[in-house]
């Protein structure tokens, strides 16, 4: 039976690896921006591939690869698509047994890039849009990744079993002992988005807070996609967390889901990219990581992915509530690489799962 590895796993096997590594130099600065060429795109056309791993949905990511295909013709994109501790593990296994084979990646978890980094594993890339359009705390300022997609952990409440009127509008709101019994939660452990969002949670409102809400037995599931599929079933009122983009989505077909963000803030979970150093495409890799910081590409995660992005470039998408006009509780990779073994454990302990 092959062995699972957690987090805590890998993130040993990587420091081993980093040990085997040259020492990565301290940057003082990002380098200077990569523009889309006439000789960047030759290059990358003469290399005819670039592969991409990534944990956003896979119609998103083959939206973007073909997308990036019919405008550099003669590039294949080959997509590789799973979970972002999926994503981690696979690369910490190829890296340590030296097998390069990714060129550029995405994960919904920013604290991986915080792991990747103190590796020295990532290659310094910075896209022309990166550099003009995107806030410092959306790059890092060595130039190694920046924000591609951002997401979002919301309440939200099935509308044939709750009135807008009854609904929660805070998390203090989902104390009440009438949602005991009827709110369904998603693990940490279990997902880059809801570990983020846990942190925040528990470093904003306090862990007391987390042991009240396990006294109202809560429905625990593992991906924060499941969330808003079980409040369009129906077989939870309520739900405490879940991908904004999915009961978007779900909303968006029909289905009997209203989001709420709650007077608190809402959690934010940044999604990354960045280029390995051992990258076997180079120069695809560069070309393909900077189209997909430009609005034509952003345009594709509003649109397509229903999450959100942080170019000043892009439209909003009809019907949504404004990025700009949602209270949002700062994310912080680094704080949850740190914290992520003991938020996990804690958890489980606090929810006896």
Same mark, same amino acid.
């Given at each position: 039976m092959a062995r699972t590895f957690s987090r805590r796993d890998v993130l040993k096997a990587s420091s081993a690896l980093a040990l085997a590594l040259p020492a990565a130099s301290v940057r003082a600065a990002a380098p200077p921006p990569t523009a889309i060429t006439p000789e960047l795109i030759a290059a990358a056309q003469k290399e005819g591939k670039v592969v991409y791993y990534t944990s956003i949905d896979l119609p998103l990511a083959e939206k973007i690869a073909k997308a990036f295909e019919a405008k550099y013709p003669g590039i294949a994109v080959r997509v590789e =698509? !799973?979970?972002?501790? =999926? *994503?981690?593990?696979?690369?910490?296994?190829?890296?340590?047994?030296?097998?390069?084979? &990714?060129? @550029?990646?995405?994960?919904?978890?920013?604290?991986?890039?915080?792991?990747?980094?103190?590796?020295?594993?990532?290659?310094?890339? *910075?896209?022309?849009?990166?550099?003009?359009?995107?806030?410092?705390?959306?790059? +890092?300022? #060595?130039?190694?990744? %920046?924000?591609?997609? &951002?997401? /979002?952990? *919301? @309440?939200?409440?099935? !509308?044939?079993?709750?009135?807008? +009127? #009854?609904?929660?509008?805070?998390? %203090?709101?989902?104390?009440?002992?009438?949602?005991?019994?009827? /709110? @369904?939660?998603?693990?940490?452990g279990y997902s880059g988005n809801v570990m983020s969002a846990t942190f925040q949670l528990t470093r904003d409102l306090g862990w007391d807070y987390l042991e009240k809400l396990a006294k109202q037995k809560i429905m625990q599931v593992q991906s924060s996609t499941d969330p808003p599929k079980k409040l369009a079933l129906g077989e939870r009122a309520v739900m405490v967390d879940g991908n904004e983009y999915n009961a978007l989505q779900l909303k968006e077909a029909g289905q009997p889901i209203e989001i709420v963000y709650p007077s608190e803030g809402t959690p934010m979970a940044v999604g990354p990219n960045a280029i390995f150093k051992n990258a076997p495409n180079p120069n695809a890799a560069r070309l393909l990581n900077s189209y997909m910081f430009t609005p034509e590409c952003q345009q594709l995660v509003i649109d397509v992915g229903a999450l959100r992005s942080v170019h000043p470039g892009v439209k909003e998408h009809a019907g949504r509530k404004p990025f700009k006009d949602i209270k949002v509780m700062k994310d912080d990779a680094e704080g949850v690489e740190k914290s992520a073994a003991d938020i996990r454990a804690r958890y489980s302990k606090i929810f006896g799962v």
């Open positions: =698509r !799973t979970g972002a501790e =999926r *994503v981690f593990q696979r690369i910490g296994q190829e890296y340590g047994s030296r097998i390069y084979a &990714v060129d @550029v990646v995405n994960s919904s978890d920013a604290a991986h890039f915080i792991a990747w980094k103190r590796d020295g594993i990532l290659q310094p890339h *910075v896209s022309e849009d990166v550099a003009k359009f995107y806030p410092a705390e959306h790059k +890092d300022p #060595d130039g190694l990744f %920046a924000s591609f997609r &951002v997401g /979002m952990s *919301v @309440v939200g409440y099935n !509308t044939h079993l709750v009135k807008a +009127d #009854d609904a929660p509008k805070s998390f %203090a709101d989902l104390l009440d002992p009438k949602w005991s019994g009827k /709110m @369904v939660k998603a693990h940490p």
